[in-house]
């Protein structure tokens, strides 16, 4: 039987890259997969139908209430009560590598709102509907460049600090409600965005110095602690961080 089968699982920032691999895999293992992003999802949701997936794409920001009311709405009508909420959705591919005194205000509250207030929204949005359901797994995704502190990223690297710290709070709230919240730290990873990205040169070379699994990281390297963690297998964990990097970093 497939891990996932018949859970409603909906995937924030889906359109494309590391998201996009997250809502096909989880596809693949029997969930009801909706793909949310403020992008068009149409061509994940092609490639989830032609596999013989059950899928239905939604935009959604993830930082408007009224948004994300309406794709609670939509998912419940097609497929039922949420159990899974991965959220993925996050500025950073069209950051620009710079000291932290180059960064303005405008530029840290835009990471800051989507990055870190966007979880948070989405949590709440999803809620009632996991209520409904008797369960929920949460899955927030930060990244290895809080554990290292990586530097002329700070607005990125503080927001997703955040996260750590609003899985933690989040856990304690909500696990009276039978809702497992969990992070994955990801490492330096060969999405879109990362391939597109020509400052972070210096960081792969420096990144793949430091793996002990010497070869580049790729989404499909995620699946396997997603499926873990939206699943049964994890029923006892809760509030904590799982690093993936390739050995990069001990945590």
């Known amino acids: 039987m497939k891990r996932l089968e018949g859970k409603v699982a909906v995937v924030t920032g889906a359109a494309q890259g590391i998201g996009a691999a997250y809502a096909e895999g989880m596809a693949a293992q029997g969930a009801k997969v909706v793909v949310t992003d403020v992008e068009d999802t149409s061509a994940v949701v092609d490639r989830i139908k032609a596999a013989g997936g059950s ?6 920001d993830v930082t408007d209430n009224d948004s994300l009311k309406a794709m609670v709405e939509k998912a419940e009508s097609e497929f039922g ?15 620009v590598l710079k000291p932290f005194t180059q960064i303005d205000e405008d530029e840290w509250d835009a990471v800051m709102r989507v990055n870190a207030r966007g979880p948070f929204q989405c949590v709440k ?13 949460v899955i927030n995704i930060a990244s290895g460049t809080f554990l290292r502190g990586a530097p002329m990223f700070c607005h990125y690297v503080s927001s997703k600090g955040a996260i750590v710290g609003q899985t933690r709070a989040l856990a304690t709230e909500l696990g009276k409600d ?10 330096l990873t060969e ?16 990144t793949m110095a430091a793996r002990v699994i010497k070869r580049e990281m790729l989404p499909e390297d995620l699946l396997g602690a997603i499926y873990f963690l939206a699943s049964e297998d994890s029923d006892f964990i809760t509030g904590q961080c799982v690093n993936i990097d390739g050995g990069a970093l001990n945590y």
């Open 81 to 95: 009560p949420i159990e899974i909420l991965v959220n993925n959705a996050a500025i950073f591919a069209s950051l």
């Open 191 to 206: 999405s879109e965005g990362v391939k597109e990205h020509t400052q972070l040169d210096a960081a792969k070379a420096g």
């Open 178 to 187: 039978s809702i497992n919240i969990n992070c994955i730290l990801v490492g």
């Open 125 to 137: 949005a999803t809620l009632p509907s996991m209520q409904k359901n008797g369960r929920g797994k």
């Open 55 to 60: 899928v239905i794409g939604c935009h959604a």
